[in-house]
């Protein structure tokens, strides 16, 4: 009886794989049959809890009812006024309309911004900001601790509540849980702050894959400031992998109608974490406009479109005509985005990239070496960052377009996690960030396709079978 059971679980779980519609690439679904015919009852098991994209058919009806309640930031008063449209080259025009198909928020112009020096910095000016809120607070991330740092910005939003700025914080359920079981939590809610965990787990294959994450940070203060990056909020030396500190990442202060992308972004995670209408914010008009950049914030997770971060990473990737730099700690990347790299250096793009020399997860670490090879045969760049983990994700290309947020090149931010990052067309950022990039070097090893060459064979057996489970998301 257990062998009949086993057999229809199996062929029912296979059956179900092949007849998927969505989400799912061939080499995908060929790897994740291995594991179900390889380790029938496990391998069963772990496809019902891992082997599909969705959140669950509840949260989906519930993220379109928000998505068609709240109204998008191009619809409200003031967003047609003519410091706000977007100059940008017929060259680069494209990346923002790809940004656009995704969710729906257009380039807009009149933004300015400023990079933060460091990790510590950039919390120095959100506490200030905090601390000047005059109407809400809103703060989103992934990770959340209870150090130096994280206690700041809780002692401001609680300071802020106490004199009556509406204050909101968010954070996700499984990267935040420690925040989420301390007396810091409970204390914020009695101060007046208004709370809410993302994506709380769950053990039921209805319900969607368990393993789901909002990644995204943001902070958006009175509808005028919003932030954005790869920072959680926690110190440099980040306690829970401290061996791997310090924690180097990238932060930009943004202010003018870019802000209201952020917002919207926000209000939907809030929405579907804490049942709450947030559309009346939304609707608030614009201030009158001023000269500034183009602009456009690209929200991404499991119900965007599939595929949605790789083709904004690729279309970048191929609008470069001269140089490209990216940074990444994560990069288990799909063919097409190791495709479009080789691409970019074969067609004689000077293509930098830099990853951490010492990644936390040993697995993405080893499996993002398998590729060096190739992209070296083709003419990239790499650079391995020595002193700690490079957790900057960055992106620049002909010193004129950047791209940075919370997204990595690898299949969690592809498919799995909610993301956010912001496009931006403008020479002067693009070079603040691009002499940031630049800063990294010098505390990088360059790798050498004669380095690749002499790496032991167990070596690149250990990387390229690592490399091979990629797809088993």
């Known amino acids: 009886m257990y062998t009949l059971l086993l057999h229809i679980l199996t062929v029912a779980v296979c059956g179900f794989h092949i007849l998927l519609r969505r989400h799912r690439v061939p080499v995908s679904r060929l790897a994740w049959l291995v594991v179900v015919l390889v380790l029938p009852f496990v391998g069963a098991v772990a496809y019902l809890l891992f082997g599909s994209t969705s959140i669950g058919r509840r949260r989906i009806a519930r993220l379109n009812r928000i998505y068609a309640h709240l109204p998008l930031p191009q619809t409200i008063a003031g967003w047609d006024a003519p410091e706000y449209a977007p100059h940008v080259p017929p060259l680069y025009r494209p990346l923002f309309a790809v940004g656009q198909s995704i969710s729906l928020y257009p380039p807009v112009g009149g933004n300015s911004a400023r990079l933060m020096a460091d990790s510590d910095s950039g919390i120095d000016e959100i506490v200030a900001d905090i601390d000047a809120a005059r109407e809400h607070v809103h703060v989103l991330f992934y990770i959340w601790l209870t150090d130096h740092n994280g206690t700041r910005v809780i002692n401001a939003m609680k300071r802020a509540a106490g004199r009556g700025v509406v204050c909101r914080a968010l954070v996700d359920a499984i990267g935040s849980r420690d925040l989420l079981n301390s007396t810091a939590w409970r204390d914020m809610a009695e ?190 760049k790499i650079w391995e960052y020595r002193p700690g983990l490079l957790h900057t994700k960055s992106m620049t290309i002909d010193g004129r377009v950047s791209l940075i947020g919370s997204a990595n090149m690898d299949r969690r931010s592809f498919d799995l996690n909610y993301e956010n990052n912001i496009l931006l067309y403008d020479k002067d950022m693009t070079a603040r960030i691009r002499a940031r990039q630049e800063s990294y070097l010098a505390d990088s090893l360059q790798v050498t396709l004669s380095d690749v060459i002499a790496w032991p064979v167990h070596r690149r057996i250990w990387q390229n079978a690592l490399a091979i489970l990629g797809p088993v998301l």
């Open 191 to 380: 101060a007046g702050v208004m709370t809410a965990a993302a994506l709380k787990p769950h053990w039921s294959a209805f319900d969607g894959r368990i393993d789901l994450r909002n990644h995204r940070k943001i902070v958006v203060i009175d509808n005028a400031v919003t932030y954005c990056g790869s920072q959680n909020c926690a110190d440099p030396a980040f306690l829970p992998k401290a061996k791997y500190a310090p924690w180097v990442d990238i932060l930009m202060r943004l202010e003018g109608p870019i802000v209201r992308e952020n917002q919207h972004l926000f209000a939907t995670d809030w929405m579907e974490s804490a049942d709450e209408d947030l559309s009346d914010l939304l609707r608030a008009p614009l201030p009158p406009g001023r000269a500034g950049f183009a602009a456009q914030v690209i929200g991404t997770g499991p119900t965007a479109r599939y595929s949605a971060m790789p083709e904004a990473f690729e279309s970048v990737i191929y609008a470069a005509r001269r140089s490209l730099f990216v940074t990444t700690p994560y990069y288990v990347p799909d063919s097409s985005i190791q495709a479009a790299l080789c691409a970019a250096a074969n067609r004689g793009v000077d293509t930098t990239i830099i990853f951490p020399a010492r990644n936390d997860d040993f697995a993405v670490g080893a499996a993002s070496r398998s590729y060096y090879e190739d992209l070296l045969e083709a003419g990239v």
